[in-house]
């Protein structure tokens, strides 16, 4: 059977899996920088790499398990 899904629903749906990458990147993205500053030695760099992680996250975040194997991959 499948179930279709009316727009404010896929609006909803949406906004709950926005809200927890924002939770994550609000928690994470500090954290990402200053290992990529300390291997890069430059904030543009550094910033590239932490916006890199984060898309590849999101791209990948479906294959993992449980919150702790996410927060090991980033």
């Known amino acids: 059977m499948v179930k279709k899904i009316n727009k404010a629903e896929m609006s909803v749906s949406q906004a709950v899996d926005m809200e927890k990458l924002q939770q994550k990147i609000n928690t994470y993205s500090d954290l990402l920088y200053r290992i990529a500053f300390l291997q890069l030695r430059n904030n543009q760099d550094a910033e590239d790499v932490v916006q ?4 590849q996250f999101i791209k990948s ?5 449980t919150p702790e194997h996410e927060k090991a991959w980033l």
């Open 52 to 55: 890199e992680t984060f898309y």
């Open 61 to 65: 975040r479906k294959e993992f398990e």
